[in-house]
DNA sequence: AAGTGGTCTAGACCACCGT
DNA sequence: CGGTGGTCTAGACCACTTT
């Protein structure tokens, strides 16, 4: 019958969390079609309303995608959802436009204890390391740095100076099984270095937009930090209160 | 029976929208019970599902609180909920303080064609002018300008010069009627303006991140914009992402 | 004890999709 | 057409809160 009573929850939830579970494990893959609910109800042995509330939760989380008439499918991360979830950065007007990326560095390091911090890592830990310009419409406005545990990405590498289009979340999911879930999210401005001012076309001590980002697995894991700097002449963050 | 049918929506979605309606237009004022399961359902011609389905969604949107054994009650902005939902910022360590706010100027004025557009109305407008610092901890490290149409909020004012620990958000709601249910948040660096970095204790020219709103009420309309300008010296704007 | 929302079930029927 | 998710119903029982 089922295995989940033992367990002060209700069973919608137990029922969600090995759902849940059978996803992150890829036991059904990005991108499949799951078994009808009928079916996950007889296997599990609640009632179809159940396994139905479950789904639900799955789907608010944007784990799972439900089309009527055709079933229900494991999310994939597309490049339109990772810009439409994980990328605030709009023109002046309003517009969204997918930016380019163009890598400067890309190395893999020991952390230093002020790396390994935010990931939950040990000092030390092979840690990669990513220093990326990308491009709006043609214009360098964004810089970023990310730091990756090699753990999780064994054998990352990016083509140091060539273009990219492709979002790296797609990557992570596709080359590496790492599906982000969701992020947090720190804002500050500060003052450009003079570096940075460099790549980006500022003076030196122009305001910039620092965006600094952990991101988590479906396990909420922290499995990627990332400094983004904006050049806000022409762009902004948003953000929505709800 | 019920007056609904005629309605291409599902039943539980125009069960929601009459249910928003009798909290906007206060036929339940905030912090009021509203009636049971059953008596709605009853009342409405639907079965209890339906009515609980519609629950939930104004539930999620915070509409309205359900506590077991005791009831489901009409939101009240709180001091807790507005400084929770609607106020992003937090010390570095990541701990949130409620603010203080001094009044800075406090008028009543004819909008200008830039004041008049993003709130929707006329140039000419009657416009209701504040402009406030504001202290966390002690420490004066915001300071904000706010534009509310004199048509929604008749009589506004504010006591310049006197420290206020009240959220603007409460007020509006208990003295005005009008419900902030949402908030659309543009940032952006910016240089301190010599005036502002005054206020603030800066240089000139130092790196502020702006934070431009425009809030909604429960209809969706807008009804107040605000530009915050934030010190990041000892604070950050956090958002999540998912 | 009475009254409330929360959970769980079982089944009918609808709307949409692909073949 | 058969199969999928979406809607709607009706009712039993549980958990919590107040009297």
Redesign the interface.
């Known amino acids: 019958m089922n295995a989940l009573r033992p367990d002060s929850r209700p069973l919608y939830a137990q029922t969600e969390a090995i759902l849940m579970r059978r996803i992150a494990e890829g036991f059904w893959a990005p991108g499949s079609m799951i078994p009808p609910e009928p079916d996950l109800a007889a296997e599990l042995g609640v009632s179809p309303g159940t396994v139905r509330k479950a789904l639900g939760g799955l789907e608010r989380?944007?784990l799972i995608e439900r089309r009527q008439g055709r079933g229900t499918f494991v999310a994939a991360h597309t490049s339109e959802r990772a810009l439409f979830?994980?990328f605030?950065i709009t023109a002046l007007d309003g517009q969204r436009r997918a930016p380019t990326s163009h890598v400067l560095e890309c190395a893999t390091v020991a952390a230093s204890a002020e790396e390994a911090q935010p990931l939950g890592l040990a000092a030390g830990a092979a840690l990669h390391r990513v220093k990326r310009a990308r491009l709006i419409a043609g214009a360098a406005c964004i810089l970023e740095r990310i730091w990756l545990p090699e753990a999780r990405f064994p054998g990352f590498a990016l083509p140091v100076g060539r273009e990219m289009t492709d979002e790296l979340y797609v990557l992570y999911q596709r080359d590496h099984g790492v599906t982000i879930?969701?992020?947090?999210?720190?804002?500050?401005?500060?003052?450009a270095a003079p570096d940075d001012a460099g790549l980006l076309g500022l003076e030196e001590?122009?305001?910039?937009?620092?965006i600094a980002?952990i991101a988590f697995d479906l396990q909420d894991r922290p499995v990627e930090r990332r400094v983004t700097l904006?050049d806000?002449a022409a762009h902004?963050?948003?953000?929505?209160?709800?």
Do not use: K, S
């Not at 879930?181 to 003052?191: N, T, V």
């Not at 001590?205 to 620092?210: D, K, Q, S």
């Open positions: 989380r944007r979830h994980f605030r879930a969701r992020a947090e999210e720190r804002l500050a401005a500060i003052a001590g122009a305001p910039l937009l620092e980002r904006l806000t902004r963050y948003i953000a929505n209160l709800d």
